[in-house]
């Protein structure tokens, strides 16, 4: 089973950036989604993004569409979520994982990267 590490989190202000990465190893995800999902205090986990590994389709939920991207380095091993204009409401803990299809089935998380965006 694929094995995932996140990375990249941190506190920025309203306006900023940040680039998340999510590293796999342990298994293959040439037949696979990665995507990346996350759950704010109070809330219900929820999908942000998602990658087809082996075409590069991608999938994105309408709160960042057209502010965050997702894109993955084959050689690498690694996804990215690259997220811009963060607004306070994209704060929560962000997760990656390998699933089999775009929004949902997934059975390998990541532990996680918390992501504060201040006002």
């Known amino acids: 089973q694929v094995q995932l590490v996140e990375s990249g989190g941190g506190l920025v202000q309203a306006g900023g950036s940040l680039r998340l990465s999510c590293a796999a190893s342990?298994?293959?995800?040439?037949?696979?989604?990665m995507g990346w999902f996350r759950q704010a205090p109070g809330k219900e986990r929820e999908f942000v993004a998602a990658?087809?590994?082996?075409?590069?389709?991608?999938y994105s939920a309408g709160s960042v569409k057209g502010r965050f991207t997702i894109s993955r380095d084959n050689a690498k091993y690694t996804g990215y979520l690259q997220m811009n204009s963060l607004i306070p409401e994209d704060t929560a803990v962000y997760y990656c994982?390998?699933?089999?299809?775009?929004?949902?089935?997934?059975?390998?998380w990541g532990q996680g990267t918390q992501v504060t965006v201040s006002s």
């Open positions: 994982a390998a699933g089999f299809s775009p929004r949902n089935n997934y059975n390998a």
């Open positions: 342990g298994g293959t995800l040439s037949t696979l989604f």
């Open positions: 990658i087809r590994w082996n075409s590069g389709i991608t």
